[in-house]
C-alpha cells in the first residue's frame, strides 16, 4: 500500500520500487524545479502513475516548458485541470496517454497546454451529463465521432 504522504523521492523509491529510480532521476535532469517541483513530482507519483506514464508526463512538461517559458508551468496547469475534474488523477493518466498515442498514430502532436484543454471539453461535453463514462472511454469516443483540430 502506497502511503497517503511521501515527502521524499527517497520515499518514493523505497516504497515503490527501485525501478522508479531511474524515472525519478530522468524526470529531475530533465525539468528545472521551477517546471516540476519534488513536491509536484511526488504528486505525480503517488496519484497512481505508472513508469511510462511518468516519463511521458515529463517529455511533455519539458516540451512545455520550451513552447512556454513564462506563465504558469504545464505542471501546475494538470492539477489545476485536475483538481477541478470529477475524474480521478489516475484517469487523466490515462487519458492523456491514450490521447497521445492516438496523435502519435496519426503523425501529428500538440501543445500539451491544448490536450488538456481537449480533455477537459471531453469531461464538459453534453455526451459525459446523462450517462457516467469512464474518462478514457468518453476520450476515444470524442476523437472518434468528432476527430481533433489542433
Partial sequence: MIPNQFKTLEDVIREKGEE??????FARTSLSEKYLSE????RLTKGAATIPQTELLVKLLYQDSKERPTGVNGIDLF???VDHSNYSLSAWLNAITYFHE?????????????????LQCCEDSPENKDIDHRFIDLVEEMIKTHGYVG
Wanted: cysteine-free.
Fill in 20 to 25: 522508479w529510480r531511474v524515472t525519478l532521476e
Fill in 39 to 42: 513536491r509536484n513530482l511526488i
Fill in 79 to 81: 492539477f489545476r485541470v
Fill in 102 to 118: 492516438w496523435l502519435s498514430k496519426q503523425n501529428r502532436t500538440t501543445s500539451f497546454q491544448k490536450m488538456l484543454g481537449y
